[in-house]
């Protein structure tokens, strides 16, 4: 899919020849004289295009426009979040097999925020799944078209977003394969081929080098799989070698059956989805490929199955970690902290500005926070602060959650310097927690992405979240914010 930003006023749309025209009409819409602004400003008064953000009004091939479909959307004040439910609601009357060339023209001057969110909501509403179906149905969108009167002027924006679009995509598809096709080696080798880019490097490590390096608790996760553990380091080199890297740190647990906690079995397949954090930080390099920051980044994943066979790790076991802290497995299914520990003390050796972990870590944080925001933790303010700014910028909204030392209380045991979980209350706060004993060399943040990565039921798939968030945060250090 082919993006495209054009200066464009309603008289150019008007002569635009594609399948579906989306014109955003704000609701503050002052017709010109043409005939599309007419027809616009008539559907207004009429009240047949209602003005509530993400009313739609569906015309075929009306004499005032060249497009075959013309879909009315209100964006009420045009802001981003507005944008975003005019087009989805725009595309969800428009989406069909003809649908090649789509043209989303705004008919008033465009914020850049609207343009990024018109730009991610059209990848978003046709993204399509294809990898295992036999007969595969890829999107049918080939051009979009974004017009605006001051289209120019959006450019730094309209670029980034579609670069954040690759990211977002890439990060969704390998989410949404199935843990049979994307093991861990699979991801090994996802982030080797993005080292193609000569800005990108990788280093895989295996079993043999993952016991070397001491890491006893990612080790022990991986000991009841048959599938063979990876460590995945990439590095993003866009500065200086002397310039101090941020590092992000991605869950990959390509299966999560809990291990001999075993999950309960209605929905167990989504814990396929449980190497979202890994699959944020593949997309987030493939956009830094693309945008060729002033920055270095590293990426670290650690991948494994949780599953269960004889050597399965057992309640009550005690493995040291690559820190040297012994930690008491009292419950299995709480593995994502066992194997994020060890890559947060791996990560130490870059020296940091910052380390961002990012995992589905807790289905505690989907009680407390749903669908909408990511869960943060940090323990800076002014790495809170930029976090939650990027998730503004972005749409990719987080919710900053605190890491008072009381909350570390559940985590003691007599049998270790730890135990990997505590009770059942504040439960991705007592995980943060776990991890922040880890993490105590550089700054750090982790975001508990348990209910943002994906989404249930009929439009169940991974939505490429948070991207969007760590791209604007890793940018906005490299303009020194
Ligand atoms: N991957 C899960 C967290 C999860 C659950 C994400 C549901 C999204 C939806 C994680 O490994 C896990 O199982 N966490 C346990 C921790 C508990 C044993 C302390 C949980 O949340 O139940
Ligand atoms: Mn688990
Ligand atoms: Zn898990």
């Known amino acids: 899919m082919n993006f495209e930003l054009k200066a464009m006023d309603l008289v150019a749309a008007a002569d635009e020849k594609c399948d579906v025209l989306v014109l955003l009409v704000p609701k503050s819409f002052k017709a010109a004289k043409d005939d599309l602004s007419q027809l616009v400003g008539a559907a207004l008064k009429s009240g047949d295009l209602e003005t509530g953000v993400g009313k739609v009004l569906s015309l075929y091939r009306p004499l005032q426009a060249a497009g075959v479909r013309v879909v009315l959307a209100s964006v009420g004040e045009g802001g981003a979040r507005e944008v975003r439910s005019a087009v989805v609601a725009a595309l969800g009357v428009a989406k069909s097999a003809n649908l090649k060339r ?3 023209c705004f008919a008033a001057p465009a914020q850049e925020a609207a343009v990024r969110a018109a730009v991610l909501a059209v990848a978003d509403a046709t993204y399509t799944y294809t990898f295992s179906k036999s007969k595969p149905q890829p999107r049918t969108v080939q051009r979009v078209l974004i ?16 670069a954040i679009v690759s990211g977002v995509e890439l990060a969704k598809e390998w989410a949404n394969r199935p843990a049979n096709l994307a093991t861990p080696k699979h991801l090994g080798s996802a982030a080797q081929d993005l080292a193609k880019h000569p800005k990108i490097e990788c280093t895989v490590l295996g079993p043999k080098e993952v016991a070397k390096l001491g890491m006893g608790s990612f080790m022990a996760v991986a000991q009841g799989s048959e599938e063979p553990l990876r460590f995945i380091v990439l590095r993003y080199n866009g500065a200086a070698k002397t310039k101090a890297p941020t590092v992000l740190v991605g869950k990959g647990i390509t299966f999560d059956s809990g291990g001999i906690s075993i999950k309960p079995a209605p ?18 390099f493939k956009t830094l490929g693309l945008l060729k920051p002033a920055i270095n980044v590293v990426g670290l994943i650690a991948a494994c199955e949780n599953l269960i066979n004889g050597k399965a790790v057992k309640p009550g076991d005690v493995v040291t970690s690559m820190s040297g802290q012994t930690i008491e497995i009292l419950n299995t299914d709480a593995e994502g902290r066992l194997i994020l520990c060890d890559a947060l003390t791996y990560a130490e050796r870059f020296k940091p500005t910052a380390v961002v972990d990012i995992a589905t870590l807790t289905g505690a944080c989907v009680i407390a926070l749903g669908a909408v925001r990511s869960g943060m933790f940090a323990s800076q303010d002014t790495l809170a602060q930029s976090l939650s700014e990027a998730g503004d910028r972005s749409q990719d909204l987080c919710w900053r959650m605190p890491l008072d030392e009381e909350y570390a209380e559940g985590l003691k045991t007599n049998f270790a310097d730890v135990a990997n979980v505590a009770g059942r209350a504040a439960g991705s706060v007592t995980a943060a927690k776990f991890l922040q004993r880890f993490a105590d060399k550089y700054p750090w943040a982790h975001l508990d992405i348990a209910g943002s990565a994906w989404k249930s039921g009929a439009q169940k798939g991974a939505t490429g979240r948070p991207v969007g968030l760590l791209v604007e945060f890793l940018l906005a250090q490299a303009h020194g914010k």
């Open 102 to 104: 789509l043209c989303v």
């Open 267 to 284: 929905d167990m397949d989504e814990m396929k989805f449980d190497m979202s954090g890994a699959a944020s930080v593949l997309g987030t």
């Open 147 to 162: 017009g605006a009167r001051n289209a120019a002027e959006t450019k730094t924006t309209f670029d980034r977003a579609v």
